[in-house]
């Protein structure tokens, strides 16, 4: 299983960036994919995370990006993306993404817990 984050950069204060994942044939035949980021001596945070084949209504945001940052998938080409605009410099940190593995419903898609598969991080500064 093998996940791959891109997009990362350094930007200014009220840009935008749009992160990709991209999944091998096992990791996104997961229920639910996640997104998180982590700051320096920060507690990894999760901040979006999506249930395949689902509606509007399967997307979650975590407060500090609700209204910002939109999640989405393109499932032919097993890709996962986070659109994120007005950014601010607390968005900074390394962002990655995630897949369950074992079913684990019941613990919440922003909790790392959920997840089995992590990819290796996408470095996000903003200025």
């Known amino acids: 299983v093998q996940l791959v984050e891109s997009g990362g950069d350094s930007v200014q204060a009220g840009g935008s960036l749009r992160l990709s994942c991209t999944a091998s044939?096992?990791?996104?035949?997961?229920?639910?994919m996640g997104w998180f980021r982590q700051a320096p001596g920060i507690e990894r945070e999760g901040i979006s995370a999506i249930y395949f084949g689902g509606g509007p209504g399967d997307l979650r945001y975590a407060d500090s990006v609700r209204g910002r940052f939109t999640i989405s998938q393109d499932f032919d080409k097993k890709m996962m993306f986070l659109e994120m605009n007005s950014l601010k410099p607390e968005d900074t940190g390394m962002y990655y993404c995630a897949a369950e593995g074992r079913s684990r419903v019941g613990v919440s898609p922003l909790l790392s817990a959920r997840y089995e598969y992590w990819g290796q991080g996408t470095q996000v500064t903003v200025s």
């Open positions: 044939k096992y990791a996104y035949n997961a229920n639910c």
